[in-house]
């Protein structure tokens, strides 16, 4: 069980309660309610989401964000492989590449990267940093509100993923379906990397009237748009997405600027989420592409066929909680003699997949 307090090496406190707002913050977020943003005005930002990433990216460039080397230390999860594991890792929202490029660098020589973006402009200068190299990273566009990912990354695949500044971005009606899209990617006990802005961050407060949306969710200057998250409802977000809640909690922390004279308090939440193995072990075997075992199998089928063993093939090798395709023989109830008149139902077999192959 998590503690309700626990203070990072850095200095940050990880936290399970809400901050408590003065009364001047408490004014602040009712003033806000005094101006909305129109109903017409909210529904053209969502219809524009797109531009309006892509404006940004055209007028800061790779500028804006730092490059996050606070990753490896936030989540272990990244650094706790065996060198010689070859880890495949999705980044969802990749921006222009401050989280993957800085993973590079520290020498994640193991790693394959996928980075996808909502912006072409973003995963152009991707493809154009000095350290893009297509034999370790494979850069694209892809919007998470739609399945258009699984063009570029095949489902139950994906070792390591992570959603960091991303999902805050997106409307809230359209959580679930790219939480839906994070846990596909995943292979069985792969884990999903969470950081997101939370609820009563300094940003938040700090908004005037006529940027609030709606609850929580705001209108930047730019057009670009904000979410505040509690972590109730990233648990539960989460949870119904099928994962299992390793870490969600508060990060409260400073962000200091010398130089600046920047020294304010930042709320975000953090969580790591894992997808069920279903207590099954995972080993390098089960990693491998589906397509390899799918075109195995279909030799497999098609050799049985040329020597008349059956007409019809029940391909009954998608082991319950893989999401792979078997070919071992224990899985590969595969070939089945079927009875022309009569091919066997693959109900009948309770851990059999839907598919099965016709072979003329």
């Known amino acids: 069980m998590e503690l309700d307090e626990n203070v990072g090496a850095n200095g940050d406190r990880f936290v399970h309660r809400l901050k408590e707002l003065s009364a001047d913050e408490k004014q602040n977020l009712e003033n806000q309610n005094s101006r909305i943003v129109p109903e017409i005005k909210a529904v053209k930002l969502e219809k524009d989401a797109k531009r309006h990433w892509d404006i940004f990216y055209k007028r800061n460039e790779t500028k804006f964000f730092r490059d996050r080397h606070w990753t490896t230390r936030e989540f272990q999860e990244l650094i706790n492989f065996d ?45 154009q940093n000095k350290l893009y190299d297509e034999s370790r990273i494979k850069a694209f566009c892809a919007d998470l509100t739609t399945d258009d990912l699984f063009d570029n990354v095949t489902e139950n695949s994906i070792d390591i993923a992570s959603l960091i500044f991303v999902l805050s971005a997106i409307h809230p009606e359209k959580w679930r379906h790219v939480a839906n899209v994070a846990f596909r990617a995943l292979r069985p006990g792969g884990v999903l990397l969470f950081r997101d802005y939370g609820r009563y961050d300094m940003a938040q407060l700090r908004f005037k009237p006529g940027h609030k949306i709606s ?58 989420y894992k997808k069920p193995t279903k207590g099954l072990k995972m080993t390098m075997f089960h990693r491998m592409l589906p397509k390899l075992y799918m075109q195995l199998a279909i030799k497999l089928i098609q050799l049985f066929y040329k020597h008349g063993y059956c007409r019809y093939c029940l391909l009954a090798i998608f082991l319950e909680g893989f999401g792979y395709i078997e070919v071992t023989i224990d899985a590969l109830i595969l070939i089945v003699s079927l009875n022309r008149e009569n091919p066997i139902n693959p109900v009948d077999k309770p851990y059999a997949s839907d598919y099965i192959y016709h072979i003329d």
Do not use: H, W
């Not at 996928?114 to 973003?122: E, G, K, L, M, Q």
């Not at 969600?248 to 962000?255: A, D, L, M, P, S």
């Open 83 to 127: 060198s010689d594991e070859r880890i495949t890792y999705l980044e969802l929202g990749c921006g222009v590449g401050n989280m993957v490029f800085p993973l590079i660098e520290e020498g994640f020589s193991n790693f394959y990267f996928y980075a996808c973006d909502f912006s072409p402009r973003a995963v152009e200068f991707v493809k």
């Open 215 to 272: 609850d929580n969710f705001y209108m930047r200057q730019d057009g670009t748009r904000s979410y505040y998250f509690t972590e109730e409802e990233l648990s539960e977000l989460f949870t119904e997405a099928g994962f299992e809640i390793i870490m969600n909690t508060y990060v409260q922390r400073r962000t200091v600027n010398f130089k600046e004279g920047i020294d304010v308090p930042r709320i975000f939440v953090q969580g790591k």
